[in-house]
Nanobody
Framework: QVQLVESGGGLVQAGGSLRLSCAAS????????MGWYRQAPGKQRELVAS????????????NYANTVKGRFTISKDNGKNTVYLQMNSLKPEDTAVYYC?????????????WGQGTQVTVSS
């Protein structure tokens, strides 16, 4: 079993910054990728950013939603099985519950795990 613990959400004014963290723990053979999704009220959950892991040729490759490119940066600490999301120049439309997501490799296949979510509120 794998657990994801998120932290760093909160209330910030427009133009401000927040940093989210997500630490994975448990019986982890290898992490293939980690990412952040968000879900605003009345909207579907959407990908914010992702980063490949696992030491292969695509290790460190990142992907961002167009709406956050240039403002958000995803990074990871392999030794801590932790992924970060640095959010700058925040806008009210960034308000949502942010969920950490990780794909973990096991002997029998890959599995996806989700964090409990952390609220980010950006006031205008």
């Amino acid at each position: 079993q794998v657990q994801l613990v998120e932290s760093g959400g909160g209330l910030v004014q427009a133009g401000g910054s927040l940093r989210l963290s997500c630490a994975a723990s448990g019986s982890i053979l290898r992490i293939n990728a980690m990412g952040w999704y968000r879900q605003a009220p009345g909207k579907q959950r959407e990908l914010v950013a992702s980063i490949r892991s696992g030491g292969g040729r695509y290790d460190g490759l990142t992907n961002y939603a167009n709406t956050v490119k240039g403002r958000f940066t995803i990074s990871k600490d392999n030794g801590k099985n932790t992924v970060y999301l640095q959010m700058n120049s925040l806008k009210p439309e960034d308000t949502a519950v942010y969920y950490c997501n990780t794909e973990v490799a096991f002997m029998g296949g890959d599995r996806v795990y989700w964090g409990q979510g952390t609220q980010v509120t950006v006031s205008s």
